[in-house]
């Protein structure tokens, strides 16, 4: 997982297990599993960054052009002295952006509770991204805020590179014991029953899939893992006047 810079389109949906298993079966002649995890399988906990304010709550609500987050990503079982990711992930006119450096968990931590004005004493992959990590935490001011946590099952095309296919299940979030180390749980802040299936691709969706989506009846629809996730753990602090996400089978 050593790529540093994506840049793609991104569409979402929100389908039950039963459309997850059909749609896999379905795809099985033209894409792959991940040549990461078991069979496209593994997992993924990230730590979330906002400010008193939620400037990066209310952006991603709001559905601003331009919006971005930070967080701190592992996958699967890592240990306090295995490596973590710092992404800076960007969303304008639709166009997904993300920027990540590797980084040793441990130095990791150490920037995040006692940052070194220095950025030379971190052992990151990128210094450039990281520059711009340390840019962006001080313009925001930004904090640790939650953990969000999943399964997810990963496809590549066989025949178009840029084309991914990930189903992520069983969500959930915490907003006490912020070491990602400590494994992923928390509560669920989407149905159970519920899939986040994502189609990232470069260009255009293909009409295979496209096909596929529409005999299945999936449906699209952006379910913000953060804004959820911050709704169900900090609602007394969200205003009366925004609309929650309510994602459970049958509501829209």
């Not at 949906?13 to 990461?36: C, G, H, N, S, W």
Request: hydrophobic residues 35%; aromatic residues 14%; proline residues 4%.
């Amino acid at each position: 997982m050593a790529i540093e810079i994506f840049s793609r389109r991104e569409q979402k949906y929100l389908i039950t297990r039963y459309q997850y298993e059909a749609l896999v079966d379905l795809m099985y002649p033209y894409m792959r599993y991940d040549k990461f995890g078991d069979a496209g399988r593994y997992t993924v906990t990230s730590l979330y960054f906002d400010n008193e304010e939620r400037d990066i709550y209310f952006e991603t609500k709001n559905k601003l052009k331009f919006r971005q987050k930070l967080r701190l990503r592992i996958y699967d079982e890592t240990d306090i002295n295995g490596t973590a990711f710092f992404e800076v992930k960007q969303k304008h006119n639709n166009v997904v952006n993300k920027r990540r450096t590797t980084i040793p968990l441990l130095d990791a931590y150490r920037y995040i509770n006692k940052p070194d004005s220095d950025l030379s004493t971190y052992q990151t992959s990128n210094s450039q991204i990281f520059k711009e990590v340390d840019y962006f935490r001080r313009l925001y001011r930004l904090e640790p805020e939650m953990v969000v946590s999943y399964d997810r099952h990963a496809f590549h095309c066989v025949t178009d590179p840029d084309l991914r296919v990930t189903f992520d299940l069983n969500l959930r979030c915490r907003n006490t014991d912020l070491n990602i180390e400590y494994g992923p749980y928390g509560e669920h802040f989407i149905d159970p029953n519920l899939v986040v299936l994502e189609v990232k691709v470069t260009h255009s969706v293909p009409l295979w899939l496209t096909r596929f989506l529409q005999d299945l009846d999936c449906e699209q629809r952006s379910a913000s893992k953060f804004c959820t996730s911050l709704e169900l753990l900090r609602g007394e602090f969200i205003p009366n006047k925004i609309m929650n996400e309510k994602v459970m089978i049958g509501v829209g």
